[in-house]
C-alpha cells in the first residue's frame, strides 16, 4: 500500500491510504463520506453469474451507494 502511495503521489496526485477492519463496504463507504474524496478507486474481480450471487460484490455494493464517484480496475 505504501508503495502505491509513493507512486500515486510521485505522479502528481494528492492520494491518502487508510488500513482498517470491519467490513470493506461499509467501512469505505463510511470514510468515503467523512473524506469527501474526488474519487474512490476500488479493484474488482470482475466475477459474475453464480460466484458473484454466492459471494458478493463489495465494488458493486460501493458503485450502488457511495455519494462520490467511483473507478473500478479490474485485476489481471
Do not use: C, N, Y
Not at 32 to 43: A, S, T
Not at 52 to 63: D, K, P, Q, W
Request: proline share 3%; net charge positive; hydrophobic share 45%.
Amino acid at each position: 500500500m505504501a508503495a502505491a502511495l509513493a507512486r500515486a503521489r510521485a505522479a502528481g496526485t494528492r492520494a491518502q491510504a487508510k488500513l482498517v477492519e470491519g467490513g470493506a463496504a461499509e467501512r469505505i463507504l463510511r470514510i468515503g463520506q467523512r473524506w469527501r474524496p474526488d474519487v474512490i478507486v476500488i479493484g474488482t474481480h470482475g466475477r459474475s453469474g453464480v460466484r458473484r450471487f454466492l459471494m458478493g460484490s463489495v465494488a458493486e455494493h460501493i458503485v450502488r451507494r457511495a455519494s462520490r464517484p467511483v473507478l473500478t480496475v479490474r485485476g489481471r
